[in-house]
């Protein structure tokens, strides 16, 4: 069954290829931030690998996120029209969060906060737990 659930999450997320391409923005400490453009779906990519930036999205994505937060994969996408879906995976893992605008939570020692979802975009800042 897990295995099941997986491979319909992957077919799901794969139906969306034709979808924007997501901006992330990284937050340095005390430093200002320096933005990318995350690249086409298939392209290796790391924006928040260590749980602290701030990430844009106009379409669903999924990165690998530094094991210490207790799963290894995390991906952001929106739900419905003011909501956000954060949801880490691993081996044997699955948490996940709907937040909507403004809203707090965790997935495992990941805080996640909401700053702004319009009809293009979600604005999602991730931090550790402490």
Not at 58 to 79: M, Q
């Amino acid at each position: 069954m897990h295995r099941m659930a997986i491979t319909f999450l992957a077919l799901a997320f794969v139906t969306v290829a034709g979808a924007p391409a997501a901006v992330a923005e990284r937050e340095q400490r005390g430093a200002g931030s320096a933005s990318s453009a995350l690249p086409a779906k298939g392209a290796r990519v790391h924006p928040c690998f260590d749980g602290r930036c701030k990430i844009t999205v106009s379409r669903p994505v999924s990165f690998r996120i530094d094991s210490r937060y207790g799963f290894s994969r995390l991906s952001i996408a929106k739900v419905g029209s003011g909501s956000v879906r954060v949801r880490g995976t691993g081996s044997g893992v699955f948490n996940e969060v709907v937040l909507g605008p403004g809203a707090n939570g965790t997935v495992n020692d990941l805080a996640v906060r909401v700053s702004s979802v319009t009809r293009q975009t979600a604005t999602v800042h991730l931090a550790p737990v402490r």
